[in-house]
T-cell receptor, first 117, second 115 residues
Framework: DTAVSQTPKYLVTQMGNDKSIKCEQNLGHDTMYWYKQDSKKFLKIMFSYNNKELIINETVPNRFSPKSPDKAHLNLHINSLELGDSAVYFC????????????????FGPGTRLTVL | AQSVTQLGSHVSVSEGALVLLRCNYSSSVPPYLFWYVQYPNQGLQLLLKYTSAATLVKGINGFEAEFKKSETSFHLTKPSAHMSDAAEYFCAVSGSSGGYQKVTFGTGTKLQVIP
């Protein structure tokens, strides 16, 4: 009964390849996120979706394309992978985005460790 | 722009000693502040959060944090460290991005507990 799950857990690939990471939450939450954690543990938001609609899009190369087929799923596709994309990618979800409500707890998945060779 | 600063990327304490992890924030009023913990090879999980209801916030596993507006601080404490507390701790502040919640995390503090 995992709340936020990600697949795969590990991803090792060559530079230039295209890869996808999948995320699913069974908490009934409206909002989902992608975060990137670098080797120094710095955690930075990449994207946020609310009910399948993109609401936050940080300065991320357009090689990264999120897709939300429904509010329980948020996938991340990365084209033309580069060495600097190596990191741990976390999916997260929160209950809902009522405008003005900023106290939601974020529930994180276990992470996907991406290594680009 | 909202931000948090965590003083000390590494903190070592002896088992049974006081744990103090420091966090200072910069945010528009009111700030909504969080502490998350990350155990090795896992995602983050919430320890506690400040939502302006009370300045002393109690969380899970015996942790608590006190919001001090005059010092713009939200330090995390635990009276007696346990070996299982060894982890990475993140302070975070929540604010608005186009009317939606955006959480900004600090750079993290790695807590080492020495037996």
């Amino acid at each position: 009964d995992t709340a936020v799950s990600q697949t795969p857990k590990y991803l090792v690939t060559q530079m230039g390849n295209d890869k996808s990471i999948k995320c699913e939450q069974n908490l009934g939450h409206d909002t989902m996120y992608w975060y990137k954690q670098d080797s120094k543990k710095f955690l930075k938001i990449m994207f946020s979706y609310n009910n399948k609609e993109l609401i936050i899009n940080e300065t991320v190369p357009n090689r990264f394309s999120p897709k939300s087929p429904d509010k329980a799923h948020l996938n991340l596709h990365i084209n033309s992978l580069e060495l600097g994309d190596s990191a741990v990618y976390f999916c997260a979800s929160s209950q809902g985005q009522t405008v003005g409500g900023f106290t939601d707890t974020q529930y994180f998945g276990p992470g996907t460790r991406l290594t680009v060779l | 722009a909202q931000s948090v600063t965590q003083l000390g990327s590494h903190v070592s304490v002896s088992e049974g000693a006081l744990v103090l992890l420091r966090c200072n924030y910069s945010s528009s009023v009111p700030p909504y502040l969080f502490w998350y913990v990350q155990y090795p090879n896992q995602g983050l999980q919430l320890l506690l959060k400040y939502t302006s209801a009370a300045t002393l916030v109690k969380g899970i596993n015996g942790f608590e944090a006190e919001f001090k507006k005059s010092e713009t601080s939200f330090h995390l404490t635990k009276p007696s460290a346990h070996m299982s507390d060894a982890a990475e701790y993140f302070c975070a502040v929540s604010g608005s991005s186009g009317g939606y919640q955006k959480v900004t995390f600090g750079t993290g503090t790695k807590l080492q507990v020495i037996p």
